[in-house]
């Protein structure tokens, strides 16, 4: 089983315009709503592709019930710690007229000092039933900085693998725990090293210093230009053909939830990277993040072009 932790879980709404004009009074002409935070993405895309999978996280108010309305409506098993505070909306706003995407994501809520010591134990039980633990997004406030770093101790005490999937500080004070893999997109490695701009040699180099400090797997996310593999077995670079893309929201988690499914799956190297690039560009042909259609996944997989560096 795989369990993905949503510590920051959102209620994620999408409105359609046609033309989203800053300081402007913009009318929506469609709404959808969402299961999501980074875990909850994840989630949907291990189920889509047939494994058994759990979330968990916090979970609160009005936002909370309806995420678990909305996950038990798709048969995802869920295990939330209930907090007071309400978990947050996280806006996409998909404007035709200029056809750009825009996030607006809220903070989050609160967490009390004695829901982390519950989490934490609910993450050692799970972690126990589970051979991949994925934690993945921002941290809601009132939880430790290192939040990361002390969950991946319980869930190595627990005999599973960590993957982590977050940014800025987070991140930072996670690594030193060594998780079994970490996919940083461009800007969260930038951030990581404090550059505005790096050229794929540097971006090498960078994941070569994460493989130094013992994480075993680094995957860096490219976007459009596909993907970096730097680790133990090797250093890959991999290109997804020209795709018209409806929307690359939630195309990082699709793609954890692909390498999570070839190590699960103990395929190689190359099929793992492969499967992780072909849902991320599943997911960036659909509209809802989180998205996938797993009969475009084996095409794709067969046009991503893939290059042995070292
Ligand atoms: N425009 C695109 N064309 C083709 N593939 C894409 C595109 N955007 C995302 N992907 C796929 O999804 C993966 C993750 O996307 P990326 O935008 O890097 O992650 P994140 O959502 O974390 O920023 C990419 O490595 C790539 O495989
Ligand atoms: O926890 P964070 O980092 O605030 O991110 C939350 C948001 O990230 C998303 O999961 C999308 O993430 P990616 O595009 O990076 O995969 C949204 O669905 C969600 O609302």
Known sequence: MITTITLNLALDKTYFLSNFQKGKTNRIKQVHEEPG?????????????????????????????????????????????QIEDESREC?????????????????GPTVHQAKWGELCQLVHQL???????????????????????????IIDHAKAKAILDTSGEPFQAALSE?????????????NWLGKEKLSRQEMIRAAEKLLDLGI???CLSLGANGALYIGEEGQYSLTPPLLEVKNTVGSGDAMVAGLTAGFLSNLSIEQTLKL????????????????????????????IKIEKLS
């Open 37 to 81: 935070g980074k875990g909850i993405n994840v989630a949907k895309v291990l189920q889509a592709l047939g494994y058994e999978v759990k979330v968990s996280g916090f979970s609160g108010g009005f936002n909370g019930l309806k995420v678990q309305k909305l996950l038990n409506e798709r048969s995802i098993p869920h295990r939330f710690i």
């Open 91 to 107: 806006l996409n706003i998909m404007a035709d007229g200029n056809g750009q995407e825009t996030e607006l994501l809220e903070q």
């Open 127 to 153: 972690a126990s039933q589970s051979e991949f633990v994925v934690l993945s997004g921002s941290l809601p406030k009132g939880v430790p900085i290192n939040a990361y770093g002390q969950l991946i101790k």
């Open 178 to 190: 060594k998780p079994f893999l970490i996919k940083p997109n461009e800007p969260e490695l930038m």
């Open 216 to 218: 075993p797997h680094v």
């Open 276 to 303: 992780g690039v072909a849902c991320g560009m599943s997911n960036a042909l659909h509209l809802y993040a989180g998205c996938i259609k797993t009969s475009d996944i084996k095409s794709f997989q067969a046009e």
